[in-house]
Structures are given as C-alpha cells and as structure tokens.
C-alpha cells in the first residue's frame, strides 16, 4: 500500500525500512507479557534475567526505529531545494550521537538495575574525560552550524586548501568530516573544523560570477623601449585598432609641444609617444573588442614593477567563460596574439639566455 502512495515520506520509510525494525517489537511484546506464565514454576533469577532481555532487546529495537526516522527526515530534506545551500547532515549525526549515549544509558540502568538519572550523574562527573574523547565531534558541531549559519560551503562547491593539499568539488559534508574530490579523482577528506580554522578558498563566488579571472604578465626587454620615430608611427597607422588614437595623440602632442616651444630636435624636449605605450594601447583595445572578454568587470593592461626580467605588462581581465578548458582556451588565445604582434611595434620579449645564444656567443 506504501508503494502505491505517492508520497515521498512513504519511500523513505520503505527505503529505511522503518516499519519492518518496528516489526520486532510484537515478539519482543509477546514475550514480555507471558514470562510470567510461561516461566511460572522456572527459576526466579532465569525469569528476571529473561525479562531484562527483553527489555533491551525493545530498547534496541526503538534505537533502530528513531534512527531510521532521522534518515527519513534527512531524505525528505534533500529533496528539498533549500539543501543544496544547507547540508544538515551534521545535525543529523549528532542527534544520532545523542541517541545512542541516552539508549546506552538506557540499556545499562537495565541490566544494572540502576536508576538512569544516577547513570547521567555520574557521566556529568566525567565529563572532562568524555569532552576529550567527543573533541572532533563537538568541535565539527560548532563548525557545522557556522558552515551552515554563513553559507560558507555546501556539497557541489569548488574549494581549495593548499595547505591540505585540497582543490577539488566537495562531495559530502558530516559532522566530522569533509570530502572534497580533487581535480586528480583523488578523495582527500579534511575534518570539519578546519574550515574554520584553517580556512579556504571558496570558488562558488566566480562560478556565480559574470566571468572568470585572467592575470597573466608578458616580460618586455627594457633595452626595446624608445620613442616613436616617424617611420614607426606610419606603420602603425596601419594597425586599425590603434589608428584613430595614434592620429589623435600625434595630433594634441604636435600642438602641445608647439604651444610651450620645445626644441624637438631633442627626444627628451616635450611630450613624444613610445612603442610600449602605443602596444599598452593596442592590446587594452584588443581585449575590448574580443568578444570573449566580460565588460562588465574590469579590464586592463598595467606596468608592475620593473624587474631583472624586464618590464612586467600585465594583463587584467575577465573571462565569459568559466570552465576550465575554454577558459584556458581563451586565455591562450589571448597570448598567443599578444607574443605574435610585440615585434610589430619593435619591442622584445625577454627570456633567460639558453643553449643556442651561448653557442652564437662562442661561434
């Protein structure tokens, strides 16, 4: 009849086999019932210690049956959309824990005729030693309800731990532990309070984005930097990303440098434009105008600070697309254009000296 119900509660109780745990009670009923008289002329203590039996054997049977409404419950919840973002199987394993600390309790004041108050007690005298030994278990507790207060991660995210060795998608959260299956199908598996304690990237917020990040730096020879003679201007006039802007700062620098009266004779007299911010230039427009470029987030082309490589030329921009393969395709296509046009504008590239230069030096 279950089955035939199409509500979802019903699956789970059949899936956990609720009522089929529930079952065992009617023997165990039966027999609590009749000892008396079916053990009527028997030994007292072989009755008593039947009786005591059976009493656990119907307390454990109870755990059994709470327990596997609490997977019910859990079920149900993961049908819902809100679990996607609230993972409340931590929560679900600690009610368990507590279930089985009280049934426990449960099962000894039986067998021991003990009151389970006076059983509580004496474990709240204890409860250094029981501290230490539920340590993971309370500390993934309060980690979990601020996993799940501040929505810092949930099953699905791409997080990484570097100092864990952890850059992958998490596959599972409990309450002390986490599985993150990194990018090289290995598992690796963390406790859960050292995402609070430790701390980690969470990527969620680029996936959620409207692009994803490039920040990559191209090395110009110092020694090709310089100013743009007329030839050189001419023929990037050519280029026509860079053409208007070329005739248009030829043209203010033409005037300013008329206006204060500067000897351009000499390169160093008034304003000139060079090769490097004429290709600064370029690919700030090539990157505008490609169509695999987000502009709605920022995009640049920027001088860091020199070093012994040469001039860094970075280049800060958005990716439309986040996958990694395209993105990397994308990417590549970027610099592919990038190292292809620098000759162009008389700039080099710099890279360390290998095999073949020291050969040329020596031949």
């Not at 500390?139 to 309800?145: N, P």
């Not at 090289?184 to 859960?192: E, L, V």
Request: one cysteine or more.
């Amino acid at each position: 009849m279950a089955k035939r119900t199409p509500s979802n509660w019903n699956t789970f109780m059949i899936k956990r086999k609720v009522l089929h745990k529930l079952s065992h009670l009617a023997p165990a009923l039966v027999i609590q019932f009749t000892i008396g008289i079916a053990l009527y002329d028997f030994n007292p203590n072989l009755t008593t210690l039947i009786e005591k039996l059976t009493y656990v054997y119907i307390a454990v049977i109870w755990l059994l049956v709470i327990d596997s409404l609490l997977n019910v419950l859990h079920d149900m919840y993961l049908v819902v959309d809100t679990s996607k973002s609230k993972p409340v199987k931590g929560y679900i394993q600690f009610l368990k824990i507590i279930l089985y600390i009280l049934g426990g309790v449960v099962i000894i004041s039986i067998l021991f005729n003990k009151s389970p108050k006076t059983l509580l007690v004496g474990m709240g005298a204890s409860v250094a030693v029981l501290t230490l030994i539920f340590k993971d278990t309370i500390l993934g507790l309060v980690a979990s309800v601020q996993v799940s207060t501040n929505n810092l991660v949930k099953p699905g995210d791409w997080i990484e731990m570097p100092g864990r060795n952890v850059d992958g998608t998490v596959i599972d959260i409990s309450l002390t532990a986490v599985k993150v299956q990194n990018w090289d199908r290995t598992i690796s598996t963390i406790p859960t309070y050292s995402l609070v304690s430790d701390g980690f990237i969470n990527w969620k917020g680029m996936l959620e984005s409207d692009g994803r990040r490039i920040k990559r730096s191209v090395y110009i020879d110092v020694r090709s930097v310089k100013f743009c003679s007329p030839e050189l201007l001419e023929k990037l006039k050519k280029i026509h990303l860079i053409k208007d802007y070329i005739e248009q700062r030829s043209e203010e620098i033409e005037e300013y440098n008329q206006e204060m009266g500067f000897d351009t004779t000499m390169p160093v007299n008034g304003r000139r434009l060079t090769n490097l911010g004429i290709f600064r230039k370029y690919v700030n427009t090539f990157l505008e105008n490609n169509p695999n470029i987000s502009k709605k987030s920022t995009y640049m082309v920027r001088h860091l600070q020199l070093t012994e490589r040469g001039i860094p030329l970075e280049i800060y921009c958005f990716s439309l697309e986040k996958a990694w393969v395209d993105y990397e395709g994308i990417q590549a296509d970027i610099f592919d254009h990038i190292l292809a046009v620098i000759p162009q504008f008389e700039l080099q590239v710099f890279q360390n000296p290998t095999g073949d230069d020291f050969q040329k030096i020596v031949t």
